[in-house]
Each structure stands twice: as C-alpha cells, then as structure tokens.
T-cell receptor, first 116, second 113 residues
C-alpha cells in the first residue's frame, strides 16, 4: 500500500492567495483527519470526516479555512485568503480499526506551507 | 488547561541510556493510549498502543499507563541514535469516536553517539 498521499509537499505563496492542499487516504479507511503542526502549538486537529461526512470541524481556525471530501479517496483543505500566520506543516491522516477496539491513524508526509 | 500535557523538551541523552517520556491528562474517560514517533520532516507513525492501565513491552520500548494518576510513560532501553525523533502521546475515550485522538505537544529526543 502506498500510504496516505499528500500534495503538494511544499507550497510557498503570497499573502492573500488561495491555497489548496490535497490528500488521498489509504484505501478502505473510513475516517480522514486534517492537522496543522507548528512549533508553538504542536499538532492541532482541524477537521475530521467519517464516511466522507464532516464530523467535527471545531478546530478550523476561521472561515478562511474549508475542507471537502467528495469521495472516499480524496479530500481537500483550502485556505482563502492565506495569511502569514497560516504557515505550518499540514498533515492528512486516515484511520483504521486496531485489534482491541479503537482506531489508529496513519499520517501522510505533510505539506509544508509558507505564506509570505 | 490542555487535556493532555507533555514536556516538549528537548531531551538529550548519551547512547545506551534509559529514556523516560511522560504525559499527564485530565480527562478520566480516556481509555486508549498511544505513542507516536515523528522523525524530522516526516509524519507521525504509531509506535505503541495500550488499552486502559498496565504495561506493554515491545523490544526496547515499554509503555505504562497509570489511570489513577492520569499519567502515561514510554521507556526506551539501550537508546540508539536512530531513536532521535519527536515522541507524541495520544489518547482517546470512545470506541466509536471514529478515530479522533487528542495529542500531546511532543517531546523532542536526541540520542548522542
């Protein structure tokens, strides 16, 4: 299995531009998560989907952020307009059920976003 | 107060040392406890998983959970330079939460040869 695939791996953009991050989860996984990681705040959950339906978006910082999952094999996280404080590494993860009854998450390699 | 607290370090030890990494938490409903390892410029990967209280051993790694104290630990014996990474604890409370985890901030570990 190829694992969770994210694109692009690096993105440099200017303040005010629209940014779209993409994720392909592991085939057969039912849940998908978007995280943001910074030195100051660590790993923050932005939103997660279960069976393509958004379950909890309480971590989305503001209306500039939106996420979609049109089908089981693709999700996007969009920032419009982008700001310098959005600079971070954005991870996508998908989850599978562990023996013993809970799920674990498999992370993609991340997208390193820099907003100038 | 955060639900999960973890000392961010950094922690630097000589090769062969025993390493102890810890997290405290406030939500008594947490039942599933995990440790993830994150190498530089990579995504986190699951290292160990424990249900409820007790110990679990896997090679040089031992995970401990003390639910009465709301405290979990990861011990690394005979640490190696290849163990240098950030270690994140994570936990969840419900079988049916769809996999949502609460992460600690991560502890950066450096093992010097």
């Amino acid at each position: 299995d190829a694992g969770v695939i994210q694109s692009p791996r690096h993105e440099v953009t200017e303040m005010g531009q629209e940014v779209t991050l993409r994720c392909k989860p592991i085939s057969g996984h039912n849940s998908l998560f978007w995280y943001r990681q910074t030195m100051m705040r660590g790993l923050e959950l932005l939103i997660y989907f279960n069976n393509n339906v958004p379950i909890d978006d309480s971590g989305m910082p503001e209306d500039r952020f939106s996420a979609k999952m049109p089908n089981a094999s693709f999700s996007t996280l969009k920032i419009q307009p982008s700001e310098p404080r959005d600079s971070a590494v954005y991870f996508c993860a998908s989850s599978d059920r562990l023996a013993g009854g809970t799920d674990t998450q498999y992370f993609g390699p991340g997208t390193r976003l820099t907003v100038l | 107060q955060k639900e999960v607290e973890q000392d961010p370090g950094p922690l630097s030890v000589p090769e062969g040392a025993i390493v102890s990494l810890n997290c405290t938490y406030s939500n008594s409903a947490f039942q599933y406890f995990m440790w993830y390892r994150q190498y530089s410029r990579k995504g986190p990967e699951l290292l160990m998983y424990t249900y409820s209280s007790g110990n679990k051993e896997d090679g040089r790694f031992t995970a401990q959970v003390d639910k009465s104290s709301k405290y979990i630990s990861l011990f690394i014996r005979d640490s190696q330079p290849s163990d240098s990474a950030t270690y994140l604890c994570a936990m969840s409370s419900s079988y049916n939460q769809g996999g949502k985890l609460i992460f600690g901030q991560g502890t950066e570990l450096s093992v010097k040869p």
